[in-house]
């Protein structure tokens, strides 16, 4: 069964530096999200993407955030400079449908733990 | 104000007995899409069912099923015949596709914890 991919699993990194987390969508999905998870609270959406451009972004997705589809099949989020409040398990989504159908079911990765120290 | 309230932040469930998850929701939307995610704690959020506000009968998806009432804005999932495995965190979650985002809001969670 065809799922969404992340990489890493778990990423440690020193506050300031910059961090890539990678994660290659379903084959055929068209629409892509970045959610956040900081430990113990609820999933909130980052960022969605289509058409090789952002459609939408939360206000949490400040200058420091960045996403992009480098080639046919991966879709990244970078943070440019990361701070400690950025430790959170980041989700990859994507879904086939997009805006305007109510069935628009995202499948998720196993998500990538980012660790900021 | 909170788009999705699930009030239960633990529960705790002998297995084999069935479980109610509690949710209800806000919007002013006709048209939305309700969904719930189960989280174990290996992390990854798995999709396990979906309601549209159309749609006249209650989702289910083998043990799943989601007890769908719009008038109270309620949502609850029903879990029958429980599983050690189904420990999990399991998130409410609601998508209003006339607005221009299409992000889905996801509910604080409940910790569900079946007992062998």
């Known amino acids: 069964e065809p799922e969404v991919t992340q990489t890493p699993s778990h990423q440690v990194t020193q506050m300031g530096q910059e961090v890539i987390l990678r994660c290659v969508p379903i084959?055929?999905?068209?629409?892509f999200y970045w959610y956040r998870q900081i430990l113990g609270q609820k999933v909130e959406f980052l960022v969605s993407?289509?058409?090789?451009?952002?459609?939408?972004k939360s206000e949490i997705f400040d200058d420091q955030f960045s996403v992009e589809r480098p080639d046919g099949s991966n879709f990244t989020l970078k943070i440019r400079s990361t701070k400690l409040e950025d430790s959170a398990m980041y989700f990859c989504?994507?879904?086939?449908?997009?805006?305007?159908?109510?069935?628009?079911?995202?499948?998720f990765g196993a998500g990538t733990r980012l660790s900021v120290l | 104000a909170q788009k999705i309230t699930q009030t239960q932040p633990g529960m705790f469930v002998q297995e084999k007995e069935a479980v109610t998850l509690d949710c209800t929701y806000d919007t002013s939307d006709p048209s939305y899409g309700l969904f719930w995610y189960k989280q174990p704690s290996s992390g990854e959020m798995i999709f396990l069912i979906y309601?549209?506000?159309?749609?006249?009968q209650n989702a289910t998806e083998g043990r799943y099923s989601l007890n769908f009432q719009k008038a109270r804005k309620s949502a609850n999932l029903v879990i029958s015949a429980s599983q050690l495995g189904d420990s999990a965190m399991y998130f409410c979650a609601m998508r209003e596709p006339q607005n221009r985002d299409d992000k889905i809001i996801f509910g604080k969670g409940t910790r569900l914890h079946i007992l062998p």
């Open positions: 309601q549209g506000s159309y749609d006249q």
């Open positions: 989504a994507s879904t086939r449908q997009g805006i305007g159908l109510a069935k628009n079911i995202q499948y």
């Open positions: 993407f289509y058409n090789n451009e952002i459609s939408e």
């Open positions: 084959s055929n999905h068209l629409y």
